[in-house]
């Protein structure tokens, strides 16, 4: 069975100053991975996924399949990135079920 | 529509009745899912639909908890004699295309259970 696991519950940082958000996944097979983002009273969404190796908002995410990680990073918070992250996964033998870690909350202290 | 959307937002059960939350995904989304999420956890797959089709339902935790999508589009999802237990968000969420990969989420059916 996958699991994702998000060492950190809450994570503060001054606004200008680099963020990484960690997640680390348990998987055999090969999966994607996803980082979701809820702003304050604003519903989940997708923030970005490791087959599109793209940079939203100035966050980028590597796989690393040697550490099984995922972890988040932006090299400049600012105040507008306080929120809640999840990590997920999905496995290509069940598209249809993502597993989410419990989540991180980063605050972005100015 | 504007989104996925999400009846009742909140609902106060006494133990033992009968809830019924409904979701109405995105038009033309083939995809739906049900999650659970407890406070301060993240979300937990309970089941998920292509089409009318219910491919997956092995996150249900037990057999009070039943789904549906009959015609395709709007999805309810069914706990009967709820339980304490059973007090969390319910979180839809569609896609467009079978195992798509941006998923959509509604705001939630917060469900309190006393």
């Known amino acids: 069975a996958q699991r994702v696991t998000q060492p950190e519950k809450l994570l503060s940082v001054f606004k200008g100053a680099p963020v990484e958000l960690k997640c680390n996944y348990s998987?055999?097979?090969?999966?994607?991975l996803f980082w979701y983002v809820q702003y304050s009273r604003q519903r989940l969404q997708l923030l970005l996924r490791?087959?599109s190796r793209e940079s939203i908002k100035g966050f980028t995410a590597d796989l690393n399949k040697g550490e099984t990680s995922f972890h988040l990073k932006k090299p400049f918070a600012q105040e507008e990135d306080s929120a809640m992250y999840y990590c997920a996964l999905r496995t290509n033998t069940n598209a249809g079920k993502s597993t989410f870690g419990d989540g991180t909350t980063l605050t972005v202290k100015p | 529509g504007a989104g996925v959307s999400q009846s009742p937002r909140y609902k106060v059960a006494k133990r033992g009745q009968d809830v019924a939350l409904r979701c109405d995904p995105i038009s033309g989304h083939v995809s739906l899912f049900w999650y659970q999420q407890a406070l301060g956890q993240g979300p937990e797959f309970l089941t998920y639909?292509?089409?009318?089709?219910?491919?997956?339902k092995s996150g249900l935790p037990s057999d009070r908890f039943f789904a549906e999508r009959p015609e395709g589009s709007v999805s309810t999802l069914k706990i009967q004699r709820t339980q304490q237990e059973d007090s969390a968000v319910y979180l839809c969420?569609?896609?467009?295309?079978?195992?798509?990969?941006?998923?959509?989420f509604g705001e939630g059916s917060w469900l309190t259970v006393v």
């Open positions: 639909f292509q089409n009318e089709a219910q491919l997956d």
């Open positions: 998987y055999s097979g090969s999966p994607e």
């Open positions: 490791h087959i």
């Open positions: 969420a569609s896609s467009l295309a079978p195992g798509g990969n941006t998923i959509y």
